[in-house]
């Protein structure tokens, strides 16, 4: 783990909650997709966030903050980043990294701007020119808060082996509505052979846990940063 001073490069909305962040390190961060890293905001407040780019951009760190409530915990993070030129982090952290050399096919779970974890674990893939059966659920609240979904779409339209489905809570036309954890079990009989990703809340990473058992998952392809800190 090291600290870091990063310039505050950009800072731009994907939609009404959710802005994105484009860091520049003033040092070189090694770090593998799925890791994650700390806002310093003082030496006994230190926020994690998702790495949203893959270790392929060096030079640049994207992170996709969720703030939707004046005041609240990312939200202290975007106004420091709107008013500061630089800014500290501690990095990179994380177990539920990419396992690229796994041959299992894969299920990559998002909830919210859990797609940041995703996106990089994507973004990695599909640039190293990975093709194993990869399916991406990711479900939002509604159409606005799936922020990049034109992303997912174009990638799901471009590679053959990656199916993707998003899952909405209120009604969209056309997709799927209810949680995104229901989703999965709904479209899979067994996890067992599956490496299975998942990012978003802690208690839906802990509900989906619950759920996956019932569907035999192998927890030791079951990769989620939110479970280092559960029993």
Not at 89 to 94: H, K, S
Not at 113 to 128: A, P, V
């Amino acid at each position: 783990m090291s600290r870091i001073r990063c310039q505050i490069d950009a800072l731009t909305p994907l939609c009404d909650t959710v802005f994105k962040a484009v860091l520049v390190p003033e040092q070189p961060l090694a770090f593998q997709a799925g890791q994650y890293l700390t806002v310093v905001m003082g030496e006994e407040d230190k926020r994690p966030f998702s790495i949203a780019s893959s270790p392929l951009d060096g030079e640049r760190l994207e992170l996709h903050i969720g703030a939707a409530v004046a005041e609240s915990y990312p939200m202290q993070v975007v106004e420091r980043l709107k008013t500061e030129s630089h800014i500290e982090i501690e990095a990179p952290f994380g177990e539920a990294q990419l396992r690229s050399d796994s041959e299992r096919p894969r299920i990559l779970i998002a909830g919210g701007t859990g797609f940041s974890y995703i996106h990089s674990l994507l973004d990695t893939l599909l640039r190293q020119g990975d093709t194993r059966t990869t399916f991406l659920y990711w479900g939002a609240r509604n159409a606005e808060a799936m922020y990049l979904r034109p992303v997912a779409d174009a990638w799901a339209q471009r590679y053959p082996h990656l199916t993707f489905v998003p899952v909405f809570d209120e009604p969209v036309a056309g997709a799927r509505q209810g949680t995104v954890i229901d989703a999965v079990c709904e479209d899979f009989v067994s996890l067992h052979d599956y490496d299975v990703y998942i990012a978003g809340r802690f208690d839906m990473a802990g509900a989906a846990r619950e759920r996956f058992r019932q569907h035999g998952v192998d927890e030791a392809h079951l990769y989620g940063d939110a479970y280092a800190f559960m029993k």
